[in-house]
């Protein structure tokens, strides 16, 4: 590498990293205890589970109608609409609603409701409540809503761009050492270039995976406007001239609606529901989002839109290739598809790239300080030079 050209990425990887650095630091602290929150939220109490039932019940019970589910939420909260429902693919006994006093409320309420007696079992707190709720908001738009998530997306580019820039400027500065070498004895701001070194080059795959996934996930409400404006809209084009379904008006049974969607996808469970109206529907249809029944698949969903007026199919077809990366990006972000194992492996990674980054703005103050200390001495040593320069010309 010439030196122009060390220079160029030297400049590209300092000023990448330290103007993403403070934000970085910010998402690996607030990412760390994210990586657990199931597990912390049911250590606070905040996890609802589906209650044991008698003896007499507990072998096989036939789930409720779905009808009866919704029918136990809109009994809870008369006055609120439907917007969601859902189960998780470990808990198929909890069906997890979400209500709104309009289709588009952003102070919904989330009701836990047994699958197999349509009773109501609790409301778990919105994204874990709580140091939960503020760390997650903190993680993912910094309080700051789409605008939030679109700058830490593009602090996320940095990142991205601070690895690659340091992934070329490695191999010239390692050249005349051993891969791992930590100088001890020395200096302590050498030592520490040898760690930030090290310690980026391990972290380095999983830095890139964690930061192009978080960029991607800073997306996600433009790629589901993008997707609303063209594949939704392809879907319900027959419906373009009908007025919007009124979501307090009566619908189709929700049922026959979902089993209409498993006939259309065979071998393939309901992982959520979306009302007419919200982000995942149009204003006439169901949206019953099919998921696969294995882990490779279990994260992937098939869109089928049901007609609400008629429980009838209207459309089916794959979710665009980017809305797939979009969902494999969620989980691969949080390490939270492999289990306990893996959520370590993710903690621990986490915990070195904080060391990266602190250490890398260590060696940036300290190289700061280190050129203040060296410039005052040039300046006295030329200073009577110019004051006898001065008196030799008057």
């Known amino acids: 590498m010439s030196p122009a050209n060390l220079r160029r990425w030297s400049w590209i990887h300092k000023w990448s990293s330290l103007v993403c650095t403070a934000f970085m630091l910010l998402l690996c602290l607030t990412g760390l205890p994210l990586i657990y929150h199931e597990e912390l939220a049911e250590l606070s109490g905040a996890e609802i589970e589906a209650p044991a039932l008698p003896v007499a019940l507990s072998g096989k019970p036939p789930h409720a109608s779905l009808d009866q589910v919704i029918a136990a939420g809109k009994a ?3 006055g609120k609409v439907m917007m969601f429902m859902s189960q998780e693919p470990e808990d198929p006994d909890m069906w997890f609603l979400t209500m709104g006093d309009r289709i588009d409320d952003p102070h919904f309420v989330s009701i836990g409701i047994d699958a197999r007696t349509a009773k109501f079992v609790g409301e778990p707190p919105i994204e874990g409540g709580g140091v939960l709720q503020f760390l997650y908001h ?3 738009d910094l309080f700051a809503g789409q605008w939030g998530k679109l700058f830490l997306g593009a602090m996320g580019l940095l990142l991205l761009t601070a690895i690659v820039s340091g992934v070329v400027l490695y191999a010239p500065f390692m050249r005349k050492l051993d891969f791992g070498t930590v100088r001890h004895g020395r200096t302590a701001r050498l030592k520490w270039l040898d760690l930030h070194n090290l310690l980026g080059i391990v972290t380095l795959a999983w830095a890139l995976v964690v930061g192009a996934t978080g960029v991607m996930n800073t997306l996600a409400d433009v ?12 879907m319900v084009k027959s419906h373009a001239g009908l007025p919007p379904l009124d ?3 009566p619908m189709a049974s929700m049922e026959a609606s979902v089993a209409n969607a498993r006939a259309a996808q065979p071998g393939m469970q309901v992982a959520f529901i979306a009302f007419p109206g919200t982000g ?4 006439h249809h169901y949206g019953v989002y099919m998921r696969g029944d294995r882990a490779l698949t279990a994260r992937l969903v098939k869109p089928v839109l049901v007609d609400a007026r008629t429980s009838q199919v209207a459309d089916q077809r794959s979710l665009p290739w980017y809305l797939t990366v979009l969902l494999l990006s969620q989980p691969l972000h949080f390490g939270d598809y492999g289990g306990a194992p893996l959520k370590l492996v993710w903690a621990l990674l986490d915990v070195a790239t904080i060391v990266v980054l602190g250490s890398g703005l260590y060696l940036w103050i300290r190289r700061g300080r280190a050129a203040q200390a060296r410039a005052p001495a040039p300046a006295r040593a030329q200073a009577p030079v110019r004051e006898g320069s001065a008196e030799g010309s008057r």
């Open 280 to 283: 995942f529907a149009s204003p």
């Open 223 to 234: 790629l589901l406007q993008v997707w609303q404006s063209t594949e939704v809209a392809a």
């Open 76 to 78: 809870r909260y008369p």
């Open 247 to 249: 979501p307090k008006a």
């Open 138 to 140: 903190l993680h993912v």
